[in-house]
Nanobody
Framework: QVQLVESEGGFVQAGGSLRLSCAASGRTFSNDAMGWFRQAPGKEREFVAGCTWSALNTYYADSVKGRFTISRDNTKNTVYLQMNSLKPEDTARYYC???????????????WGQGTQVTISS
């Protein structure tokens, strides 16, 4: 059974940092693109960051560029999202996803984690 499990999010003050991880199991994901998405209440799920299997290519939403960093360790089947200089507007439920191509469209991803809540206080 394929599973993506995100680490626990948290409650952080604005300006703080948080690192999320996503552990994949059930099969190897070393050839998949991995993405992080987020969804705030009343809003659509949006692309945050993604990387190719080699992590040589990474892409970020403009809203997080320069603050968030995606990385992966294929030996551990794990992808990370380092979030710095957090803002209240980063508050959302964060999801990791795996797919064949690195795209920004959620529907193009085949596997999803259950999500983890990140709340940023002002």
């Amino acid at each position: 059974q394929v599973q993506l499990v995100e680490s626990e999010g948290g409650f952080v003050q604005a300006g703080g940092s948080l690192r999320l991880s996503c552990a994949a199991s059930g099969r190897t994901f070393s050839n998949d693109a991995m993405g992080w998405f987020r969804q705030a209440p009343g809003k659509e799920r949006e692309f945050v960051a993604g990387c190719t299997w080699s992590a040589l290519n990474t892409y970020y939403a403009d809203s997080v560029k320069g603050r968030f960093t995606i990385s992966r360790d294929n030996t551990k089947n794990t992808v990370y999202l380092q979030m710095n200089s957090l803002k209240p507007e980063d508050t959302a439920r964060y999801y990791c996803a795996a797919g064949r191509l690195l795209v920004r469209t959620p529907s193009r991803y085949d596997f999803w984690g259950q999500g983890t809540q990140v709340t940023i206080s002002s």
